[in-house]
Nanobody, 116 residues
Framework: QVQLVESGGGLVQPGGSLRLSCAAS????????VGWFRQAPGKEREGVSCISSRDGSTYYADSVKGRFVISRDAAKNTVYLQMNSLKPEDAAVYYC?????????WGQGTQVTVSS
């Protein structure tokens, strides 16, 4: 059974950092394009970052470029999202998604709150 489990969310002050993890079972993340998405209350889910299965190339939304870093640890079958210089507008539920030509799977999400 395929399962993606996000963790690492929490409450952080503006300017702080968090590292989110997306741990997979039932699939090998290296064979998938893995993306991080977020959804704030009353807003649509938006893409934040992704890492390619083909060559490990990365993509970042303009709103997080220079502050967030996506990475992959094949040995742990986990994708990370290092979030630095967090802003109140980064607060949302963060989801990871693994996708390839055969389909996609989503995690259940982890809450990130940025507040002083």
């Amino acid at each position: 059974q395929v399962q993606l489990v996000e963790s690492g969310g929490g409450l952080v002050q503006p300017g702080g950092s968090l590292r989110l993890s997306c741990a997979a079972s039932g699939l090998i993340l290296e064979n998938y394009c893995v993306g991080w998405f977020r959804q704030a209350p009353g807003k649509e889910r938006e893409g934040v970052s992704c890492i390619s299965s083909r060559d490990g190339s990365t993509y970042y939304a303009d709103s997080v470029k220079g502050r967030f870093v996506i990475s992959r640890d094949a040995a742990k079958n986990t994708v990370y999202l290092q979030m630095n210089s967090l802003k109140p507008e980064d607060a949302a539920v963060y989801y990871c998604k693994a996708e390839n030509a055969l389909g996609s799977s989503w995690g259940q999400g982890t809450q990130v709150t940025v507040s002083s």
